[in-house]
């Protein structure tokens, strides 16, 4: 089965400043998407970034980008020049090219921003 | 266009009954799946239908069902129940057709379990 870690349970960062968070992955397949989702107060899950695994350049989404590490498993998430707007929860996903069409979530990571 | 809507979004139950939550997915989306979300437990994964049928399965017990309607509403269903199922349900919905197609989540339905 597959699992995701994410070590950072809070992470702080000042507002305009460049944060990074981190997600490690466990699966023994070769085939599969890698999603980071955005967890605001108000509870709705936004997706922020997406990977697919056979892509070797990193994703990039305006200030969000990602670094994938296919050999050593892992999928973190920068975000530059951070906003206030930017404080939630965030959760690291992984989701298999083939078979059950589920995502299956690490633990996430409370950010603040600090102005 | 509308986004997912999730009813109703707070309730509370007390042990031993039994609790039906709805979803209204995005126009045009025919899969919708459910998530459980827990302090402890995090975010995991209940099941997904699409077009009236059951696609995929967590690891729950038979007490959680759900189905999917011919508009593709879903609703989840939970007999019998116990203090750990107070979690916050998120329903997500997507096409269901693309390989890689964005899920879009709801606000969730917040069930408190006395």
């Known amino acids: 089965a597959q699992t995701v870690t994410q070590s950072q349970p809070e992470m702080s960062v000042q507002e305009a400043e460049t944060v990074t968070l981190s997600c490690t992955y466990d699966t023994s397949e070769s085939d599969y998407y890698l999603f980071w989702y955005k967890q605001p107060p108000s509870r709705q899950m936004i997706l922020v970034i997406r990977q697919e695994a056979y892509k070797q350049q990193n994703a990039t989404e305006n200030r969000f980008s990602v670094n994938f590490q296919k050999a050593a498993k892992s999928f973190s998430l920068k975000i530059s020049d951070s906003q206030l707007g930017d404080a939630a929860m965030y959760f690291c996903?992984?989701?298999?090219?083939?078979?059950?069409?589920?995502?299956?979530f690490g633990q996430g990571t409370r950010l603040t921003i600090n102005p | 266009k509308a986004g997912v809507t999730q009813t109703p979004r707070y309730l509370i139950k007390t042990r031993g009954q039994q609790v039906t939550l709805s979803c209204s997915p995005i126009s045009g989306h025919r899969s919708v799946s459910w998530y459980q979300q827990t302090p402890g437990q995090g975010l995991q994964f209940l099941f997904e239908y699409f077009s009236e049928t059951q696609r995929n399965k967590g690891n729950f017990p038979g007490r959680f069902s759900g189905r999917q309607f011919s508009n593709s509403r879903s609703e989840m269903n939970v007999s019998t129940l116990e203090l750990g199922d107070s979690a916050l349900y998120l329903c997500?919905?997507?096409?269901?057709?693309?390989?890689?197609?964005?899920?879009?989540f709801g606000e969730g339905s917040r069930l408190t379990v006395l």
């Open positions: 997500a919905s997507r096409t269901g057709t693309e390989a890689i197609g964005e899920l879009f």
């Open positions: 996903a992984y989701r298999s090219a083939r078979g059950a069409q589920k995502l299956v």
